[in-house]
């Protein structure tokens, strides 16, 4: 059975080219996928445990416990087995050059040079608090060299430890109470002045969290309480003993274990989200190697159909129906086998080029050979059941029936897979709409993919319906268009299979693309909601200066832009707060309610903890005094109050200009054009930060960049990994043309010799690919439109109204691209026409 099929595939090789080459690219997808996870994960442990290569020995302290004696790191010290230790501190500051302002890391760096995890590149190490080490992402993505000094501002406080100086997870600042201190650089509020004097090379590249690395003395963590102590154990200690030694003695909070287990404790917690994109990576290959199969099954349909006189013959000889099914799997699975096998080498170099460009190699190339095997498993197995029910009905036929000359079916009769595929659609879309509705993820993915299986198998029957219908509409177009819609119709099942695998990869471009803008819309309405001022940049004291308020008003995106009046004031029940004065101007532009009642009593509005303080209700009117005198305010609630990023009540301004308060101008608000270019606004905004230190900035424009930078970034993983499955589909279309192409070698010789010019011929077939491509796309949008808002409403639930919004232009381009992979496809099938003589193609 090998020997005879390998024979068979010898004589035509070209035959499963289609075949071999979307099993490659499946296959390929998912070896790497597999060669990524594994290079990466391993990569992510080195980068985990590489800021305790040194150490022996870790101690914690809970965060949750209360806070330690600031000195007790010398218990750990005075132990008699370490030879050396060192505290661990870490900083979250706001890094300022001339052009740029971002979130920087400063960690500690070790006085024992044997506990100092990275050497120097150039430059020599800190001697003072006012010198740091910067590693060689950081120099070159701010912008620094050597001798360059840094301004280092306070910003909020996060999280981090000692592996955050490997990983890149953001750092902390703790006070004496166990809550986040904001602290300058010597301990003292403010900002500080540093100089890069040395620089490394950390060899890897961190996934999570600020972009900026710095490394400096203790001396400039001086009055921090350390939440780390690394130590050293001296030689033939074991660092088991020394830990549990120190948890019998250490204070309550305080926790030792060998740096070893911390270090796989610290791989294991910063590999949590990689598995979410090896998952993703995963759902996509499989999606593309469905596709593969759908490609294969549709192949080896057209090949059988070629080869019925030859089945027949085998049954005449005495071969077994049995036999001759086997014949076709064997056939297929080898095919199966050497595409596997293709594809998995190509996955490999695949899957390293793709963790090179996280950074994650530093440990080189890991391969794990049972994952392989799974892949070249999965590839022989998709060509295997791909290929089986094809085999199945080309064996069924009877040999008297299977020599006699065969018309191609005029479609596809309706099947019992096809109506239960029907009913799975159905119920399947019915239940995710559910899901939907009431925002219950699982639900909603579940019964889409139900939908989805069972819409697979009824629209073939639904594709040829549509081919013979588009066939009229051809014929009326004559010449080159007519002669393409009689070849649709000759085997309209044929062309359905092909337009079938488009449906799929289009449908799913589709879906992403409606479920990307109505994210977008959603958040933009919610961002609306809780932020009616799009831009909002104020500094702490004083007033902002007229150049700084310039260039904002000067932003295109902003339709009003005004400078607003401040006052720090006591106010009953609120003591000392920042009261902000706007014109009614921009409290309508804003679509903020009036902040002056229908009877005249000014409004004042507040953050819900500030209305909690004043111990009233929404809506109310309460007597509160203001610079020495008590007004009668209406006290509301609304999203103006924390405009800012911090709670100050909201006024008229004509309340500050009558109250005889000191008033500042000390914010600027800004309202977008609702067709304003966010991501422009946001860009112009980053460019005011950086010119002034002194400015903070807000505001809907701020937060929206924050969210939509994370979602853009998911969209075009997903449209890249689609483009797979788009090409595989391209690959069947062209092999379902192929084969056209060698069935009607006499009759398009016969054309030519009537007088079909070449380009005619060509015409034809390009004529016939791109209304499988245009239909393919046009029900992928049909499809795809539904499904995406169904997803989205799912993982949108009750968290925000849901924002409709369609994208029309990606949806236009699709069509267009779809006539692209038409012409595409019929390059090779309509050339391998053109040049057959009409004298040979009468004679074959």
């Not at 190490?125 to 070159?140: G, K, R």
């Not at 424009?701 to 499955?725: H, P, Q």
Request: charge should be negative.
């Amino acid at each position: 059975m090998i020997t005879h099929a390998l024979a068979r595939l010898r004589a035509h090789p070209g035959r499963r080219f289609a075949v071999l080459m979307a099993i490659v690219i499946g296959t390929a997808f998912l070896a790497a996928t597999a060669v990524f996870t594994a290079t990466s994960a391993a990569g992510l442990r080195a980068v985990a445990a590489a800021p305790l290569n040194t150490a022996d020995v870790v101690v914690d302290h809970d965060p949750e416990s209360a806070d330690p004696e600031p000195d007790w790191a010398a218990e750990v010290t005075a132990h008699p087995d370490v030879v050396a230790a060192t505290a661990f501190h870490a900083r979250t500051r706001q890094l300022v050059t001339e052009e740029r302002r971002a979130i920087a890391n400063v960690y500690s760096l070790a006085a024992e040079p044997s506990l100092r995890w990275f050497d120097l590149e150039e430059g020599r190490w800190p001697a003072s608090p006012t010198e740091v080490v910067v590693d060689t992402e950081t120099l070159e993505q701010a912008g620094l060299a050597l001798g360059d000094r840094i301004r280092l501002r306070d910003t909020a406080p996060s999280v981090g430890g000692p592996t955050a100086a490997g990983t890149g997870e953001k750092a902390t600042d703790t006070a004496d109470d166990g809550t986040a201190a904001s602290t300058g650089a010597f301990g003292g509020p403010g900002e500080a002045e540093v100089t890069v004097v040395g620089v490394t090379d950390l060899g890897f590249r961190p996934l999570t969290g600020v972009r900026y690395r710095l490394y400096a003395t203790e001396g400039f963590f001086a009055g921090d309480i350390p939440s780390t102590v690394l130590a050293r154990v001296r030689q033939g200690a074991s660092p088991e003993a020394t830990v549990a030694d120190l948890n019998a003695t250490l204070p309550p909070g305080l926790s030792a274990m060998t740096a070893v287990e911390q270090a796989e404790l610290a791989a294991d917690r910063f590999a949590g989200g990689s598995r979410q994109l090896d998952l993703v990576l995963l759902v996509f290959g499989l999606i593309a190697l469905l596709a593969a199969g759908m490609v294969i099954a549709g192949a080896h349909t057209v090949q059988l159909a070629r080869l019925r006189r030859d089945i027949a013959l085998l049954r005449l000889v005495g071969a077994r129906r049995g036999q001759v099914r086997g014949l076709i799997v064997t056939e297929a699975a080898v095919v199966g086998l050497l595409g596997s096998l293709l594809g998995s080498a190509a996955g490999v170099g695949l899957g390293y080029v793709g963790a090179s460009l996280t950074g994650l190699t530093g440990v080189g190339l890991r391969v794990f050979p049972l994952a392989l095997v799974g892949v070249v498993c999965a590839g022989v197995l998709t060509t295997v059941c791909a290929a089986w029910a094809p085999a199945r009905r080309a064996a069924a036929v009877p040999p008297i029936e299977a020599l006699r000359a065969a018309d191609p079916p005029p479609g596809i009769p309706t099947r019992p897979v096809h109506l239960v595929g029907a009913a799975a659609a159905l119920v399947g879309g019915t239940v995710m709409s559910v899901g939907a509705l009431v925002g219950v993820l699982p639900i909603a993915i579940g019964a889409g993919f139900l939908g989805a299986v069972g819409l697979l198998s009824v629209l073939r029957p639904v594709l040829a319906r549509l081919m013979v219908l588009v066939a009229p509409i051809l014929d009326r177009c004559g010449g080159v268009a007519g002669l393409a819609g009689a070849n649709l119709v000759r085997d309209p099942g044929r062309a359905a299979t092909s337009a079938l695998t488009l449906v799929l990869g289009l449908g799913l471009i589709s879906a992403l693309l409606t479920a990307a803008t109505t994210g977008r819309a959603t958040i933009d309405a919610d961002l609306r909601n809780r932020y009616p001022v799009d831009v909002s940049v104020r500094v702490d004291t004083g007033s902002i200066s007229p150049d700084t308020e310039r260039v904002i008003a000067d932003i295109e995106a902003l339709t009003m832009v005004e400078k607003v009046r401040t006052s720090r004031t006591e106010i009953t029940g609120l003591g000392e707060v920042t009261l902000v004065g706007v014109t009614p101007e921009l409290t309508a532009a804003s679509g903020a309610p009036a902040l002056t009642g229908d009877d005249g009593t000014p409004v004042m509005v507040v953050s819900n903890d500030q209305l909690a303080g004043l111990g009233v209700a929404s809506g109310q009117r309460v007597a509160l005094a203001l610079g020495g005198t008590e007004r009668t305010f209406t006290v509301v609630t609304g999203a103006l109050a924390t405009v800012s990023g911090t709670a100050a009540p909201v006024v008229d301004a004509r309340v500050l200009d009558t109250s005889g308060v000191d008033v500042d101008r000390g914010m600027v608000w800004g309202v977008a054009r609702d067709d304003a270019d966010r991501d422009a606004l946001s860009e112009h905004l980053d460019r005011v930060a950086a010119a002034d230190p002194s400015l903070e900035v807000g505001g809907a424009s701020s937060e929206r960049r924050d969210i939509t930078g994370i979602l853009d970034m998911m969209v075009n993983l997903a449209l890249a990994m689609l483009l797979v499955t788009v090409l595989i589909a391209t690959l069947g279309v062209a092999d379902t043309l192929g084969l056209s192409v060698v069935e009607r070698t006499r009759e398009s010789a016969l054309l030519r010799a009537l007088g079909l010019t070449r380009a005619g011929l060509r015409g034809t077939l390009a004529v016939e690919a791109m209304v499988i491509a245009l239909l393919g796309a046009l029900l992928g949008v049909l499809i795809g439109v539904p499904y995406g808002l169904a997803g989205i409403a799912a993982v949108v639930g009750d968290t925000a109204p849901l924002v409709v919004a369609v994208p029309w232009a990606g949806l236009a381009s699709i069509p267009v691209a779809a006539l692209v992979i038409g012409i595409i496809s019929a390059v090779l099938p309509a050339r391998r026409a053109a040049r057959t003589a009409p004298a040979a193609g009468l004679a074959a």
